[in-house]
């Protein structure tokens, strides 16, 4: 039950998170080593694959579309080779680092791992391109 609501929830949860320390960062306001340096990178993947999914859901029109396990591990690494090898090369701003890409990869799991657990009860409103399969403004006879 509690997977249920950690499901329906931490898209926007981590959202929120992610927002309120880059707005912390953005205005130089002091946070914690771990928090200022590595929160945003646990967070990255499972928000920009969530936001993936739902948008190709929505082209689609595919309520049940998940996206597979090579496309998220594909884009998890362009990640991690554009984040840790290629910015910091070109922008002082970006440094390398590897445990930033051990946390792209933990995200990933995360959200491999939440995405897939079976709910009926989880709907299109909650933030996913899941659907209960009731009426989806289509005919019946379609």
């Not at 859901?57 to 998220?72: G, Q, T, V, W």
């Not at 970006?94 to 897939?116: P, R, S």
Request: proline share 5%; with cysteine; charged share 15%.
């Amino acid at each position: 039950m509690f997977l249920i609501y950690v499901k329906r929830f931490y898209f926007p949860v981590f959202l929120v998170l992610a927002s309120v320390v880059y707005g912390f960062q953005y205005y130089s306001y002091p946070l914690p080593n771990l928090i200022n340096n590595y929160l945003n990178d646990l967070l990255c993947m499972p928000v920009v694959l969530k936001i993936c999914q739902y948008t190709v859901c929505l082209i689609r029109n595919d309520r049940n579309l998940k996206i597979p396990f090579e496309i998220a591990f594909s884009l998890t690494v362009l990640y991690a080779i554009y984040f840790e090898l290629l910015l910091p090369k070109i922008n002082p701003r970006y440094t390398a680092d590897w445990i930033d890409v051990v946390l792209y990869f933990t995200g990933l799991l995360f959200f491999l791992w939440i995405e897939n657990i079976k709910s009926d009860k989880i709907t299109n409103s909650d933030f996913g391109c899941k659907s209960n399969h009731n009426d989806l403004g289509r005919n019946k006879g379609e």
